[in-house]
């Protein structure tokens, strides 16, 4: 299975601002998704990220608030802007095992924990 | 749209005692069943998934899982705990037709094995 490395492990911001989380993978993929999962709770879709595409956003998510670039097979960003406390959550990507059903079962990186003060 | 139930939030338990976490999933249509588990201040691993085929299936760290289409349910088991089994417990689902490989998850069920 893919190995992804998620980076900043974590960190403190301050409301207003913005963060760009980094996600690379060893091999290539075709789709990877973001994930958020807020304090105590589950986690959520935030969007799906193909490459050469624009990012598919779930319900309650939107473009302007958590952009996503996806440049290639191996490399995705998801930025959360103009940040609130609310925004406090652990944000994971993960990527699909493609097309051949013995794949089929996600990796996720070790996530980014984002406190906004 | 898919949607999983995890019926209990938590379960304490005593080191090498059997337990159970159960899972019920909202479609009866084709599925694929996933159980994930979070360690404290950790990223998500896979224990084990159902596709296809035999409906027992086994995992890592000796946790296996039971497909019941009849019952929309996959229940996650393991016959003896020990305190490293510590951890939050998510069961997710996929719809393998619906051209997404995305994945919808329970709530999640926190795991205590105490001495």
């Known amino acids: 299975s893919a190995v992804i490395s998620q980076k900043p492990s974590r960190d403190i911001c301050q409301r207003g601002t913005s963060l760009t989380i980094q996600c690379q993978v060893d091999?290539?993929?075709?789709?990877m998704f973001w994930y958020r999962q807020q304090p105590g709770q589950s986690l959520t879709l935030i969007a799906t990220?193909?490459?050469?595409?624009?990012?598919?956003?779930e319900s309650g998510f939107v473009i302007d608030k958590f952009p996503i670039s996806r440049p290639n097979l191996t490399f995705s960003t998801l930025t959360v802007s103009n940040m609130s406390p609310e925004d406090s959550s652990i944000y994971l990507c993960?990527?699909?095992?493609?097309?051949?059903?013995?794949?089929?079962?996600?990796?996720f990186g070790s996530g980014t924990r984002l406190t906004v003060v | 749209a898919q949607s999983v139930t995890q019926l209990d939030s938590q379960v304490p338990v005593f080191e090498e005692a059997p337990v159970e976490l159960r899972c019920n999933y909202s479609s009866s249509v084709s599925v694929y069943l996933f159980w994930y588990v979070q360690y404290p201040n950790q990223g998500l691993q896979l224990l084990l998934k159902y596709l296809s085929g035999s409906t027992l299936v086994k995992g890592i760290n000796g946790f296996e899982a039971e497909f019941n289409k009849s019952q929309t349910s996959f229940h996650l088991r393991k016959p003896s705990v020990h305190i490293s089994d510590t951890a939050e417990y998510f069961c997710?689902?996929?719809?393998?037709?619906?051209?997404?490989?995305?994945?919808?998850f329970g709530k999640g069920t926190k795991l205590t094995v105490n001495p």
């Open positions: 091999s290539q993929v075709t789709m």
């Open positions: 993960s990527v699909g095992g493609g097309s051949l059903p013995g794949n089929y079962g996600y990796t």
């Open positions: 997710a689902v996929s719809d393998p037709q619906g051209g997404s490989e995305k994945l919808v």
């Open positions: 990220a193909n490459q050469g595409s624009e990012a598919t956003y």
